[in-house]
């Protein structure tokens, strides 16, 4: 049964960076795609940003665009988030998700940001940047 654990969350000063991990557990996980999301006290969980199972295609949120990377490598089964460039604003719990219809990729950056697309998330990691 695959997993998600999220790692590499912090305390940072705005304009900093961290590098969010997602390992997952189970030899399928290259024929996910996958999102990260996050949700702030208070506020629905919000789509950061998604990639196919190959790595090829991604979409972001507009407010993270040139900020935020999402990559993965499928042969250590992990999905990064480099988050650079950070705000007070982006203070959230993260958390990654995996769409295990396999190989299952939307047209659109809104496709793929719906949070019922996903049936496996990790527990989550809190990412928090001040003034």
């Known amino acids: 049964q695959v997993q998600l654990v999220e790692s590499g969350g912090g305390l940072r000063q705005a304009g900093g960076s961290l590098r969010l991990s997602c390992a997952a557990s189970?030899?399928?996980?290259?024929?996910?795609?996958m999102g990260w999301f996050r949700q702030a006290p208070g506020k629905e969980r919000e789509f950061v940003a998604a990639?196919?199972?190959?790595?090829?295609?991604?979409y972001y949120t507009d407010s993270v665009k040139g900020r935020f990377t999402i990559s993965r490598d499928n042969a250590k089964n992990t999905m990064y988030l480099q988050m650079n460039s950070l705000k007070p604003e982006d203070t959230a719990v993260y958390y990654c998700?995996?769409?295990?219809?396999?190989?299952?990729?939307?047209?659109?950056?809104?496709?793929?940001?719906?949070?019922?697309?996903?049936?496996?998330w990790g527990q989550g990691t809190q990412v928090t940047v001040s003034s």
């Open positions: 998700a995996a769409d295990r219809t396999a190989h299952r990729w939307a047209t659109t950056a809104q496709g793929m940001g719906v949070p019922s697309r996903y049936d496996l």
């Open positions: 189970g030899r399928t996980f290259s024929s996910y795609s």
């Open positions: 990639i196919s199972w190959s790595g090829s295609n991604t």
